[in-house]
């Protein structure tokens, strides 16, 4: 029976590409010359330091670039509020997406559910697996999910014959 499983993961070395190269230019920009501005990645949490909410937003459209230039969806990243950080210091956290929540595995085997198509969907792990009959039953769930979920960056994986 064919079928294929729907994920939402991220490369970590391609964020810590990313990452290495916003240093790297909030290093060399002449608007970040003498400032105390940094990024630190810390497991899938990116935390910005810096003075004002001007370098911050040029900190967040620096990161933006890289991460789509490196093909990471800017969907995965969630900016937390900025924050006092002591002293005339802003930190701003910035959590990365790897993997679907329960609740979201949920929607998604919900969806397929109620479009009353011929393919089943079940939850395993971090992961909703999608069996059907026919190759074509799998390639319109895949369009419908892509379709009715266009806030999450979904992969499909695992393609079986």
């Given at each position: 029976?064919p079928s294929f499983d729907v994920v939402c993961t991220v490369d970590g070395h391609e964020i810590t590409?990313?990452?290495?190269?916003?240093?790297?230019?909030?290093?060399?920009?002449?608007?970040?010359?003498?400032?105390?501005?940094?990024?630190?990645?810390?497991?899938?949490?990116?935390?910005?330091?810096?003075?004002?909410?001007?370098?911050?937003?040029?900190?967040?459209?620096?990161?933006?670039?890289?991460?789509?230039?490196?093909?990471?969806?800017?969907?995965?990243?969630?900016?937390?509020?900025?924050?006092?950080?002591?002293?005339?210091?802003?930190?701003?956290?910035?959590?990365?997406?790897?993997?679907?929540?329960?609740?979201?595995?949920?929607?998604?085997?919900?969806?397929?559910?109620?479009?009353?198509?011929?393919?089943?969907?079940?939850?395993?792990?971090?992961?909703?697996?999608?069996?059907?009959?026919?190759?074509?039953?799998?390639?319109?769930?895949?369009?419908?999910?892509?379709?009715?979920?266009?806030?999450?960056?979904?992969?499909?994986?695992?393609?079986?014959?």
């Open positions: 029976m590409n990313a990452v290495d190269q916003a240093k790297r230019e909030i290093g060399t920009r002449f608007d970040f010359r003498g400032s105390k501005s940094s990024i630190a990645l810390e497991e899938k949490t990116l935390t910005f330091l810096t003075e004002d909410d001007m370098k911050l937003r040029a900190m967040q459209e620096i990161l933006r670039q890289k991460m789509a230039k490196r093909g990471i969806s800017l969907k995965l990243l969630e900016f937390k509020d900025s924050e006092s950080a002591g002293g005339d210091m802003i930190r701003q956290q910035v959590l990365v997406k790897d993997g679907l929540t329960t609740e979201e595995l949920k929607t998604l085997a919900k969806v397929i559910k109620t479009a009353k198509m011929k393919v089943q969907a079940q939850i395993q792990e971090d992961k909703l697996r999608v069996t059907g009959k026919k190759r074509d039953d799998l390639q319109e769930a895949i369009a419908l999910l892509k379709r009715e979920s266009p806030e999450l960056e979904l992969q499909f994986v695992n393609f079986r014959d």
